[in-house]
């Protein structure tokens, strides 16, 4: 830290209370994450023209609706499920999957899409018809979901809204997510994610995937940690790894009606996270999105586990 922040921050003690202090440090920590990213600078500078945008990616779409600019969407990928009202735009198909033809079509003014956008063809093509294409940068962390709403707010022109809403809301989520990741991984509690299941078998999530990095954030071990990637189970390795707590998606749980007919499954009845009732069901766009939700779900997952 610079002698010139250090004289700041002690004028500031001097002047304000060791709560306002304490704020105003919380938020140099969160922005330095920025700062110190040179490379983001242009992704994230201001669009040429935000009036008619498509976007390639839930949680971005997310932060449109947090920031209240969604009436410049004109299309969107079909992971923007949330909120329920992103479902009346039209359609360019999957995040990973698209078409210039598809993107093009929509007459956009610029394209937003979350790091996965794809495939890589049609990236290029995008950027040879000059439309404006800015891929938002990504980190799995608390600290990449603040970044990803300033980013999109800074492209879009409205960044004193989102600097609001970051410092009313979502540094006190920081803060508490913290203490309760700090006392989750106290306990030295293992989860597993469980997304689907192929036949019987449930695909659950190893390391280097968007549920891992879930894990990380609530403060629990990953039970499957031995791999890479979402992976069928067998039974048996299941039982092995005996995950304190379940969590799966809400998806998943529709079909099995309820977590008491969940818990019945074959791979996870034996397990402690079955036998004690610690089975937790989430939308899976919310858990592993890594958009504003995604905190939300942190939290109160967070929650229930510091508190058992």
């Given at each position: 830290?610079s002698?010139?922040?250090?004289?700041?921050i002690?004028?500031l003690?001097?002047?304000?209370?060791?709560s306002?202090?304490?704020?105003?440090?919380?938020?140099?920590?969160?922005l330095s994450?920025v700062?110190?990213?040179?490379?983001?600078?242009?992704?994230c500078s201001?669009?040429?023209?935000?009036?008619r945008?498509?976007?390639?990616g839930?949680?971005?779409?997310e932060?449109?609706?947090?920031?209240?600019i969604?009436?410049r969407?004109?299309?969107?990928?079909?992971t923007?499920?949330y909120?329920?009202?992103a479902k009346?735009?039209?359609s360019?198909?999957?995040v990973?999957?698209?078409?210039?033809?598809?993107l093009?079509s929509?007459?956009?003014?610029?394209?937003?899409?979350?790091n996965?956008m794809?495939?890589?063809?049609v990236?290029?093509q995008?950027?040879?018809t000059?439309v404006?294409?800015?891929i938002?940068?990504e980190e799995?962390?608390?600290q990449?979901?603040?970044?990803?709403?300033?980013c999109?707010?800074?492209?879009?022109?409205?960044?004193?809204?989102?600097?609001?809403?970051?410092?009313?809301?979502?540094?006190?989520?920081y803060?508490q997510?913290k203490?309760?990741?700090?006392?989750?991984s106290?306990k030295?509690?293992?989860?597993?994610?469980?997304?689907?299941?192929?036949?019987?078998?449930?695909?659950v999530?190893?390391?280097?995937?968007?549920?891992?990095?879930?894990l990380?954030l609530?403060?629990?071990k990953?039970?499957f940690?031995?791999?890479?990637?979402?992976k069928?189970?067998?039974?048996?390795?299941?039982i092995?790894?005996?995950?304190?707590?379940i969590?799966?998606?809400s998806?998943?749980?529709k079909?099995?009606?309820?977590?008491?007919?969940?818990k019945?499954?074959p791979?996870?009845?034996?397990?402690?996270?079955?036998?004690?009732?610690n089975?937790?069901a989430k939308?899976g766009?919310?858990?592993?999105?890594?958009g504003?939700?995604?905190?939300?779900?942190?939290?109160?997952?967070?929650?229930?586990?510091?508190?058992?």
């Open positions: 830290m002698l010139i922040l250090n004289k700041k002690t004028l003690a001097k002047k304000y209370s060791y306002s202090l304490k704020f105003f440090l919380k938020s140099m920590i969160l994450f700062l110190s990213q040179d490379d983001l600078q242009d992704v201001v669009a040429k023209d935000g009036s945008v498509v976007i390639a839930g949680s971005i779409t932060i449109f609706y947090l920031l209240g969604e009436d969407i004109v299309a969107l990928d079909i923007s499920t909120p329920e009202e009346k735009f039209p360019v198909g999957y990973r999957m698209l078409s210039a033809e598809g093009l929509m007459n956009p003014s610029i394209i937003l899409g979350e996965d794809g495939p890589p063809t990236i290029e995008i950027k040879q000059g404006e294409l800015k938002i940068p799995k962390s608390i990449g979901i603040i970044q990803k709403i300033r999109v707010a800074s492209v879009m022109g409205v960044s004193s809204l989102a600097e609001d809403l970051i410092n009313h809301e979502y540094i006190e989520k803060d997510i203490k309760n990741q700090s006392k989750v106290s030295n509690i293992s989860a597993m994610v469980i997304y689907s299941m192929q036949g019987t078998s449930p695909i999530c190893g390391t280097g995937e968007s549920g891992d990095a879930f990380k609530i403060g629990a990953n039970a940690a031995s791999f890479e990637g979402w069928p189970a067998s039974a048996e390795s299941i092995a790894n005996d995950p304190d707590y969590i799966v998606t998806r998943l749980l079909r099995f009606s309820s977590i008491k007919e969940l019945k499954h791979s996870l009845s034996q397990t402690t996270a079955a036998q004690s009732d089975i937790i939308d766009m919310a858990m592993m999105g890594f504003p939700r995604t905190l939300d779900c942190a939290l109160e997952v967070s929650r229930i586990i510091s508190s058992d």
